[in-house]
């Protein structure tokens, strides 16, 4: 049996084109003394109708390239054998004893962090929005943010390194609030580990 392929539905600069002409017919057998200039209507609107689906293909293009983006790093992401092991060592952590990641090193604990700070230069260049990275980061990205060794050995106890994560991380919590989504041990944010002087320089340089 032959494949039906799904019908691919027209597109809105279509659809406009065809009820302006159907509308212009209509009115021109219908005798109407204004014909003419509805006629010159009906060409001014059929060029707006033109320009309309040039925009409509530049959204379509935009978000494909997006996709395309997030794929893209993704792919960076898995293909890392560093944050591999980093994000393997970070899900099998016990939160209930909070004991030391012996299976990373300060290096390799810095190097998945420096991964996200790119997050950040490129949300404040307006290149991603959190939105955008948030179905396939947030996850990884709290899952070391709020851990507790991770924060005892980097971002806490040297947190003027890491300012870029701070920053991230409030926008991010805030977006995910926005949208009533959960925060991935919320309890242990930045916010909450250092002092509050400390945390407010350090967001307040955005």
């Known amino acids: 049996m032959k494949k039906l392929l799904p019908r691919k539905k027209p597109s809105l600069g279509i659809v406009l084109f065809v009820l302006l002409a159907a509308v212009t017919i209509f009115v021109f057998f219908a ?38 983006f ?8 898995t293909s890392n054998e560093q944050y591999r092991k980093a994000y393997t060592c970070f899900e099998n952590y016990d939160f ?7 299976c990373l ?3 390799e ?8 700070e790119t997050f950040y230069l490129l949300i404040e260049r ?3 929005d959190i939105g955008m990275i948030d179905d396939p980061f947030a996850y990884r990205f709290f899952l070391a943010v709020h851990n507790p060794c ?4 980097k971002l806490v106890k040297s947190p003027k390194n890491f300012p870029n994560i701070y920053i991230l991380e409030r926008l991010w919590m805030k977006c995910r609030e926005k949208n009533g989504f959960p925060i991935y041990h919320e309890e242990r944010s930045l916010e909450k580990m ?13």
């Open 109 to 116: 604990i810095s190097n998945y962090l420096t991964f996200f």
């Open 70 to 77: 997030i794929v893209n790093l993704n792919q960076i992401f």
């Open 105 to 107: 090193t300060n290096s």
């Open 96 to 102: 209930e004893n909070t004991p030391d990641i012996e």
């Open 150 to 153: 991770v924060q005892e050995r």
């Open 194 to 206: 250092v002092p509050e002087e400390v945390y407010r320089e350090l967001v307040s340089k955005r």
């Open 31 to 68: 005798g109407y003394e204004n014909s003419t200039k509805l006629t010159q209507i009906f060409a001014l609107a059929t060029a707006i109708s033109g320009v309309v689906s040039f925009l409509i293909e530049m959204i379509r293009g935009k978000k494909l390239a997006e996709a395309e």
């Open 126 to 128: 307006k290149i991603l």
